[in-house]
C-alpha cells in the first residue's frame, strides 16, 4: 500500500498564478519530507524540504506547508513559470537503523501555461 | 551538480540474459540508491547502501542484487532479465541520508 500518496497526476496553471500541488503519507513515522523535480530524460532534482518540527519552509517563489495532524504537506509555487513544467514527486523518510530511506509518491505533472 | 555517473544510458537485452548497471559516484558520500521509475508508480526503491559491503532490499527487490565493494561504485545485477523489468533506473546518492542526488537514469528495454 502506498505511504505516500499524489492524488493528482496532473496540474495546469496559468503562468504568473499560483501552483498547488499536494501530498499525503499515511507513515506516522515520517519526519522529514522532500520535494523533486523532473524534467524529461533526467534525473529529479531536490527542490526543497522540510523537516517534521516545522511547518513551513520558503525557498523563493517555493514554499512548502506541513500539516502533521493531517499528515499533508502541500508545494505552493508562486509566481509559476513556463520553465516549472515539470514532474514533481513528494517524498517522505523516517529513521531507519540511522539510514533515512526517502519513500516517493507517484509524482504530479505540472503544466504551466504562457 | 553532484558528481554520479549511470552508465550504460541506454540498453537493449534479450529476456534470460543477466544485465549490470553501474552507478559511479565522486562524492565520497555514504548512502546510494537504486530506484526504478515506472508511468503510474513513480520512483521505487530497489536496493540501497549505506556504507561498502553494507546494502539492504528497498520495496521491489525481487530479481536484483546489488554490491558495492568501493564507497564509489554501486552495481545493480538483473540475474536473468524479464520484460517487467524494462524500466527506467536512477542511482541517486546523498551524505547524510537527507536530500539525495540523482543521477541521469539508464533505459533498459528487456525484449
Known amino acids: 500500500d502506498q505511504q505516500v500518496k499524489q492524488n493528482s497526476p496532473s496540474l495546469s496553471v496559468q503562468e504568473g498564478r499560483i501552483s498547488i500541488l499536494n501530498c499525503d503519507y499515511t507513515n506516522s513515522m515520517f519526519d522529514y519530507f522532500l520535494w523533486y523535480k523532473k524534467y524529461p530524460a533526467e534525473g529529479p532534482t531536490f527542490l526543497i524540504s522540510?523537516?517534521?518540527?516545522?511547518d513551513k519552509n520558503e525557498d523563493g517563489r517555493f514554499t512548502v506547508f506541513l500539516n502533521k495532524s493531517a499528515k499533508h504537506l502541500s508545494l505552493h509555487i508562486v509566481p509559476s513559470q513556463p520553465g516549472d513544467s515539470a514532474v514533481y514527486f513528494c517524498?517522505?523518510?523516517?529513521?531507519?537503523?540511522?539510514?533515512?530511506?526517502?519513500?516517493f509518491g507517484r509524482g504530479t505533472s505540472l503544466i504551466v501555461h504562457p | 551538480d553532484a558528481g554520479i555517473t549511470q552508465s550504460p544510458r541506454h540498453k537493449v537485452t534479450e529476456t534470460g540474459t543477466p544485465v549490470t548497471l553501474r552507478c559511479h559516484q565522486t562524492?565520497?558520500?555514504?548512502?546510494m540508491y537504486w530506484y526504478r521509475q515506472d508511468p503510474g508508480h513513480g520512483l521505487r526503491l530497489i536496493h540501497y547502501s549505506y556504507g561498502v559491503k553494507d546494502t539492504d532490499k528497498g520495496e521491489v527487490s525481487d530479481g536484483y542484487s546489488v554490491s558495492r565493494s568501493k564507497t564509489e561504485d554501486f552495481l545493480l545485477t538483473l540475474e536473468s532479465a524479464t520484460s517487467s523489468q524494462t524500466s527506467v533506473y536512477f542511482c541517486a546518492i546523498s551524505e547524510a541520508g537527507w536530500e539525495a542526488f540523482f543521477g541521469q537514469g539508464t533505459r533498459l528495454t528487456v525484449v
Open positions: 517524498a517522505a523518510s523516517a529513521a531507519s537503523g540511522g539510514s533515512y530511506i526517502p519513500t
Open positions: 562524492e565520497n558520500h555514504r548512502y
Open positions: 522540510i523537516s517534521s518540527i516545522k
